[in-house]
Structure formats: C-alpha cells, structure tokens
C-alpha cells in the first residue's frame, strides 16, 4: 500500500508538473494566432471597399447625367438673330469651350462608370489595382481643373448675352450643371486620392 501511495504521489506531481508546458505547448502549435495586422487590413479592406466603390460608382453616375444636361443646354439651345449678335453657342468661346469640356467629361464618366463595373465584376482582372487607382487620381484631378475653370470663364459670357433669347438660360443651366459635376468629379478626386494613399501606405 506503501509504495502504491508512493506511486501515486509521485505521479501526481509529475503530471502536475508537466501539464501546464503540455497545455500550452499543444495550445499553441494546432491553433497559431493571427497577426494582428493583418487581421485589421483584411478586415478593413473587406469593409470599406465595398462601400468605397459603391459610392464612387454613384458619384461617376451623376457626373455623368449632370455633364451631359450641360452640354445638351448648350447644343438644343436655338436662339433667333438679332442685330449684330452672336445667334449660337459656337460663336461665344467661352461656352464653346464649357460645351466642349463636358464632353470630354461625359465621355470621362463613362469610361470610369465601366472600368468600376469591371472591377466589381471580374476583381481586377481587366485593369491592375495599382494601375487603376493612379489613372484614376491624375484624370479626376485634370477633369475638375478643366470644369471648374470652363465655369468660371463661362459665366462673363451671361452678360453679353440678351436676357429674353433662349440662349441666355440655356448658358445658365449649363454653368450650374457644370458646377455641380465639378462636386461630384471633385469628391471622386478625393477617393481616388484615399484609395492611392492606403495603397501606398500598405
């Protein structure tokens, strides 16, 4: 009886001695803790990309719709000849080169509404991430530059106008739509610019 409590004891001890190095040891080879960096840019990227592209693509949208009434006021616009007055949009530099300016961003819009399709839709198979988010950063820069000042030299173009013919309210829709796609070409800059940034940063 002796040696048996001897035995017992003494295995005891050594199991109390050894099972908490075998807990830990077998804790931590089968189950590895991830790192916690990359647990938080998995977990952002899943979270705020979607959310990101969604808002981009509404943006490339509106741009698109409000581009296109500016240059559309422009080109319906049909005034009749009075004097020696200018009896088109043609004639007025400044709104030729608002009209033309939209145009080019309507066309912008597009190509942005499909290539936000595209990666949505086959995950950046067509056109690199990287690629992308550069492209994207430098034209929504160059397009807002050439709205906001296709704007501001179109609205002096009001006053030389007669307020009775059709073209001076066409020029005044034109110039507010103008405006307003500059907004929308200037908050997708901003994205642009953040979405660069966290792929630089990363």
């Given at each position: 009886?002796?040696?048996e409590?001897?035995?017992?004891?003494?295995?005891?001890?050594?199991?109390?001695?050894?099972?908490?190095?075998?807990?830990?040891?077998?804790?931590?080879?089968?189950f590895?803790?991830?790192?916690?960096?990359?647990?938080?840019?998995?977990?952002?990227?899943?979270?705020?990309?979607?959310?990101?592209?969604?808002?981009?693509?509404?943006?490339?949208?509106s741009?698109?719709?409000?581009?296109?009434?500016?240059?559309?006021?422009?080109?319906?616009?049909?005034?009749?000849?009075?004097?020696?007055?200018?009896?088109?949009?043609?004639?007025?530099?400044?709104?030729?080169?608002?009209?033309?300016?939209?145009?080019?961003?309507?066309?912008?819009?597009?190509?942005?509404?499909?290539?936000?399709?595209?990666?949505?839709?086959?995950?950046?198979?067509?056109?690199?991430?990287?690629?992308?988010?550069?492209?994207?950063?430098?034209?929504?820069?160059l397009?807002?530059?050439?709205?906001?000042?296709?704007?501001?030299?179109?609205?002096?173009?009001i006053?030389?106008?007669?307020?009775?013919?059709?073209?001076?309210?066409?020029?005044?829709?034109?110039?507010?739509?103008?405006?307003?796609?500059?907004?929308a070409?200037?908050?997708?800059?901003?994205?642009?610019?953040?979405?660069?940034?966290?792929?630089?940063?990363?």
């Amino acid at each position: 009886m002796k040696k048996e409590s001897d035995v017992l004891v003494i295995d005891c001890r050594s199991m109390a001695g050894v099972s908490p190095m075998a807990a830990s040891s077998l804790a931590q080879q089968p189950f590895p803790t991830p790192s916690p960096f990359t647990f938080s840019i998995a977990s952002a990227r899943s979270n705020t990309r979607p959310s990101i592209h969604l808002c981009s693509l509404i943006l490339r949208f509106s741009a698109l719709i409000f581009s296109f009434v500016c240059a559309f006021s422009l080109a319906t616009s049909t005034p009749k000849k009075q004097g020696r007055a200018p009896s088109n949009f043609n004639e007025y530099p400044e709104l030729m080169y608002c009209f033309i300016v939209n145009i080019f961003t309507f066309i912008y819009s597009a190509f942005q509404l499909f290539k936000g399709v595209c990666d949505i839709t086959y995950r950046g198979i067509l056109i690199p991430d990287m690629i992308s988010d550069y492209i994207s950063f430098i034209l929504d820069q160059l397009v807002g530059y050439l709205l906001i000042s296709s704007s501001s030299v179109a609205i002096p173009a009001i006053q030389r106008i007669e307020h009775t013919a059709s073209l001076s309210k066409a020029t005044i829709i034109a110039i507010s739509m103008s405006f307003v796609t500059f907004l929308a070409i200037a908050t997708c800059g901003l994205l642009s610019g953040y979405k660069l940034c966290k792929r630089i940063i990363w």
